[in-house]
């Protein structure tokens, strides 16, 4: 199995930054995505940001300008930099990957346990 651990979550003030990471230990797994989702309390999770092994990025309309992905796969790690938070971004966060057993094309999909960011107004 893949695991993620993240860190950096935590209170902030409305226009304030933080800086979330994620660490994967993923024996026997490559990892061929990694990405962000949040989800706010009564919403759907909501896909943020990813970044491929190609550093091919895509992120998400309502955070683009704002928030800004990047990885290390020689590492095992993915950040996540959100700058000029709002109240509205006020969620869990949660590091995710896709990945394929050696040898395999079967894709799965890992999630950390997630990381909480208040955005206090």
């Known amino acids: 199995q893949v695991q993620l651990v993240e860190s950096g979550g935590g209170l902030v003030q409305s226009g304030g930054s933080l800086r979330l990471s994620c660490v994967a230990s993923?024996?026997?797994?490559?990892?061929?995505?990694m990405g962000w989702y949040r989800q706010a309390p009564g919403k759907q999770r909501e896909l943020l940001a990813t970044i491929t092994t190609e550093n091919t990025i895509n992120i998400a309309d309502s955070v683009t300008g704002r928030f800004f992905i990047s990885g290390d796969y020689a590492k095992n790690t993915v950040s996540l930099q959100m700058n000029s938070l709002k109240p509205e971004d006020t969620a869990t966060y949660y590091c995710?990957?896709?990945?394929?057993?050696?040898?395999?094309?079967?894709?799965?999909?890992?999630w950390g346990q997630g990381t909480q960011v208040t955005v206090a107004s």
């Open positions: 995710n990957v896709v990945a394929r057993r050696y040898g395999r094309s079967q894709l799965q999909k890992f």
């Open positions: 993923r024996p026997g797994f490559i990892i061929d995505v």
